[in-house]
């Protein structure tokens, strides 16, 4: 595995959003040349929003595509928190995806059960072929929260339940971080003033828990350039 993310300067929040779907068309079609099967994971929040609603035009075989979560909030199914339930009416819902290719995570059922629940569903998953991600304020990426366990030590569990986040809902459910880092391509989008703090975090080196997510060929990470500007010998985009 490569050390250290790749950072790369976006104009703005748009060129952010189609520079992510031309990455996620070209893993697409790297994966389904390779093996005829598709598998990733979908991140939550407000900025992949929009890049889930620019994927629908995209040309390629959705039968072989097969999607997973990073997480998902401790409510029940169709609430308006549910990373699900954003994901199916951005994306999910407009595409021939067969229903039994989206695995979602059963939060409802509580932090505890569906840990393990999902945990077994992933069991059929050696790598992800590509894993969204993206950064909150507090350096926090999926339901991996400071202080809290990222599940990144050895023989951590693939799926851990969250209780007490320090944003609501409290109860959550969480890949972990060794969990996350198995997959061929990892995928950052970082979009939003409220982000500066946690990029400068990150950058600096500080251990915040975005940080402990690697990828088998590497982390990539799409940020708005104006989150870079307070660095006078930021990296050179890769």
């Known amino acids: 595995m490569r050390n250290g993310p790749r950072w790369h300067p976006m104009r703005d929040a ?14 697409a079609a790297e994966a389904l040349a390779r093996q005829g099967r598709f598998r990733i994971a979908l991140a939550g929040g407000n900025t992949p929003r929009n890049v889930y609603r620019k994927l629908v035009g995209l040309r390629t075989d959705w039968s072989r595509w097969a999607v997973y979560f990073g997480d998902e909030r401790c409510v029940p199914v169709n609430d308006e928190q549910r990373n699900d339930r954003m994901a ?4 999910l819902d407009r595409l021939p995806v067969p229903a039994g290719a ?6 409802e059922q509580g932090a505890a059960d569906a840990a393990r629940a999902y945990g077994r569903t992933l069991v059929e998953v050696d790598l992800f072929d590509l894993v969204l991600l993206g950064l909150g304020e507090d350096g926090h990426t999926a339901s991996l929260f400071p202080g809290h366990d990222r599940g990144d030590a050895p023989g951590s569990p693939d799926v851990l339940a969250v209780f007490d986040a320090p944003k609501p809902p409290p109860e959550r459910v969480s890949m972990s971080a060794a969990r996350l880092s198995r997959a061929r391509r990892v995928l950052f989008l970082v979009a939003g003033a409220s982000k500066r703090d946690a990029v400068r975090q990150w950058r600096a080196g500080e251990d915040i828990p975005a940080a402990s997510i690697r990828g088998v060929e590497g982390v990539d990470v799409l940020v708005e350039a104006a989150l870079l500007q307070d660095w006078s010998n930021r990296p050179r985009r890769e």
């Open 88 to 91: 199916r009416e951005t994306l």
């Open 14 to 27: 748009a060129a952010l959003e189609d520079e992510a779907v031309a990455r996620i068309s070209h893993a």
């Open 102 to 107: 989206v695995h979602r995570i059963p939060a």
